[in-house]
């Protein structure tokens, strides 16, 4: 899996992670998403998403980001993907970050992380105290994680879907990496739960917008100033 060498641009993990919005798949979206001040873009490489980018779009739209938004980082998001698949991923966009949010192994991810220069973020369902302990298995081959809730049994996507999870499980934890708090947020919440869970960052798609896979400006604009709020208090 050759990987270019040079991806490790790392605006994002001086920032430590921060606010991603994920799921960008217009120009309008990008737009609001960097009006907004939004530290991590994410598109989304999965083909049952609404959210879902072909990788020339992604190649326009990452393109629009950089020149709108030089220090933002630019998120990769795959489900199970092989080696040729983030190649062409890598190849078309040259991600700052992989989010890797199937059903990788903690070997899998370090062999991603072993030939990917940017950074590699593993994406995890939290439901129980278990899956809290596996998350730390994670942390020591990943540069940073992302903690969501689990999808329902029937769910088309292993994210994405809205769904938040009991944020007690993982309130005050550390992982020895950072990690970002995902699942069901929006402007009305995520202050709360940055205030509970104190984590480096946070992650949302649904909550920023009016249908699926269609996001609002005002709704990305209202997250981003919450969440800021939020993260400069508990950083105090
Ligand atoms: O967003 C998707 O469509 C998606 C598809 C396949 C795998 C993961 C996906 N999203 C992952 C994310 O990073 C979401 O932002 C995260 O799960 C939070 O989503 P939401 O609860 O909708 O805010």
Not at 11 to 32: D, F, M, R
Not at 126 to 136: E, F, I, L, Q, T
Not at 173 to 197: M, Y
């Amino acid at each position: 899996m050759p990987m270019p060498a040079d991806t490790r641009g790392l605006p994002v993990q001086k920032a430590s992670l921060l606010i991603k919005i994920c799921g960008l798949n217009t120009p309008q979206a990008v737009e609001a998403a960097v009006a907004a001040g939004a530290d991590l873009l994410g598109f989304v490489f999965f083909p049952k998403s609404p959210r879902y980018v072909v990788h020339r779009e992604a190649a326009e739209l990452t393109a629009l980001a950089r020149r709108l938004a030089p220090g933002a980082g630019i998120v990769a998001l795959t489900v199970d993907a092989s080696d040729a698949d983030l190649e062409a991923i890598i190849g078309a966009i040259a991600p700052d970050w992989l989010q890797l949010h199937g059903g990788e192994t903690p070997e899998r991810v370090a062999a991603v992380r072993e030939r990917f220069k940017g950074g590699v973020m593993k994406a995890l369902g939290v439901g129980s105290a278990g899956d809290v302990a596996r998350a730390h298995r994670f942390a020591e081959v990943a540069d940073s994680l992302l903690l969501d809730a689990k999808p329902a049994a029937d769910a088309v996507l292993p994210g994405g879907n809205g769904i938040p999870f009991d944020h007690r499980l993982i309130a005050g934890e550390r992982f020895g990496v950072p990690f970002l708090l995902s699942g069901g947020l929006h402007a009305d919440n995520v202050a709360d739960a940055i205030r509970l869970v104190r984590p480096q960052g946070v992650d949302v798609s649904s909550g920023v917008e009016s249908a699926p896979g269609v996001k609002d400006a005002a709704r990305i604009a209202a997250f981003v100033r919450a969440a800021r709020e939020a993260l400069d208090m508990v950083r105090q």
